[in-house]
């Protein structure tokens, strides 16, 4: 993860939502201090900083869709298919 990349962040809000986030500063330890890139969310525009278990970069999308069961389990399906639609978005 480098500045400029594309990740997603954990928002604050209580639950587990995760929203895109343009990277302005990248820690070594994998956390980053991000500007909110996702448009109609309340909090789109604004600087966090995101400690390393809130942030995920493509690859640990990846790394998700590969350890999700066999295909043939229903809420897996949707879960992997999830998840590949946000690889695009991720850099």
Do not use: C
């Not at 990740?7 to 956390?31: F, M, P």
């Not at 969310?41 to 995101?50: K, L, P, S, V, W």
Request: a negative charge; zero cysteines; proline letters at 3%.
């Amino acid at each position: 993860m480098q500045s400029g990349d594309t990740v997603q962040v954990q928002q604050r809000n209580g639950g587990l939502h995760w929203v895109y986030a343009k990277v302005i500063t990248a820690n070594a330890d994998g956390s980053a201090f991000v500007q909110i890139n996702h448009p109609g969310n309340i909090i789109d525009g604004e600087m966090q900083f995101f400690g390393a278990d809130q942030v995920r970069d493509k690859a640990a999308v990846q790394k998700k869709i590969d350890a999700l069961p066999p295909l043939s389990a229903g809420a897996a399906l949707a879960e992997k298919r999830s998840l590949q639609s946000q690889l695009e978005w991720l850099s």
